[in-house]
Antibody
Framework: DVQLLESGGGLVQPGGSLRLSCAASGFTFSSYAMSWVRQAPGKGLEWVSGFGSIGGSTHYADSVKGRFTISRDNSKNTLYLQMNSLRAGDTAVYYC??????????????????WGQGTLVTVSS | ETVMTQSPATLSVSPGERATLSCRASQSVSSNLAWYQQKPGQAPRLLIYGASTRATGIPARFSGSGSGTEFTLTISSLQSEDFAVYYCQQYNNWPPTWTFGQGTKVEIK
């Protein structure tokens, strides 16, 4: 079974830093693109960042660009999110998600087919 | 940036009835549309991808339709375990980014 286990969340002051980890098991981690998705308390889902499986391409939402860095260690089957210059608006549950891919008749589609249980990040003084 | 708009915000349905949820994209997303279910305190769960393909283990009462800018998730006969929040999500090829709708809460009538 696919398992994604996030860790590293906690309480941090505005302007501070935190590094989240996502330990993957049950699949060939290096073969999959991965992403981070967050959810502020009582709010909807927001994609934060993604890391491709091949070539190491990384991508970010405008809201975190320049402050967050996504990385992965395929030897450890682990995805990371380094979060710097944290703001109150970054307070959320952060989910690690595996990117699924299917080739349909006319288009390639991408979606999040497995999710971790999430880790809570609280930015407050 | 593609904006995803879901309607209604809240849908009140009796058990056994049909529920129809809508998702509209501000520009065409072809069939790059997925639906997720989220229950309180839980991570989202993939229901539908490619606009109409059920994910592994998803019951047949869940169906998706649409393409381009208009999409629908239908739950044919609501069970007690289906009361939850549902999100649609689209994928942009370049740069690779994902956008979610704001969610539709399906509650017991």
């Amino acid at each position: 079974d696919v398992q994604l286990l996030e860790s590293g969340g906690g309480l941090v002051q505005p302007g501070g830093s935190l590094r989240l980890s996502c330990a993957a098991s049950g699949f060939t981690f290096s073969s999959y693109a991965m992403s981070w998705v967050r959810q502020a308390p009582g709010k909807g889902l927001e994609w934060v960042s993604g890391f491709g499986s091949i070539g190491g391409s990384t991508h970010y939402a405008d809201s975190v660009k320049g402050r967050f860095t996504i990385s992965r260690d395929n030897s450890k089957n682990t995805l990371y999110l380094q979060m710097n210059s944290l703001r109150a608006g970054d307070t959320a549950v952060y989910y690690c998600a595996r990117v699924g891919y299917s080739s349909l008749s006319t288009v390639d589609v991408y979606y999040f087919d497995s999710w971790g249980q999430g880790t809570l990040v609280t930015v407050s003084s | 940036e593609t904006v995803m708009t879901q309607s209604p915000a809240t849908l009140s349905v009796s058990p056994g009835e049909r529920a129809t949820l809508s998702c509209r994209a501000s520009q065409s997303v072809s069939s790059n549309l997925a639906w997720y279910q989220q229950k309180p305190g839980q991570a989202p769960r993939l229901l539908i991808y490619g606009a109409s393909t059920r994910a592994t283990g998803i019951p047949a009462r869940f169906s998706g339709s649409g393409s381009g800018t208009e999409f629908t998730l239908t739950i044919s006969s609501l069970q007690s375990e289906d009361f939850a929040v549902y999100y649609c999500q689209q994928y942009n090829n370049w740069p690779p980014t994902w956008t979610f709708g704001q969610g539709t809460k399906v509650e017991i009538k």
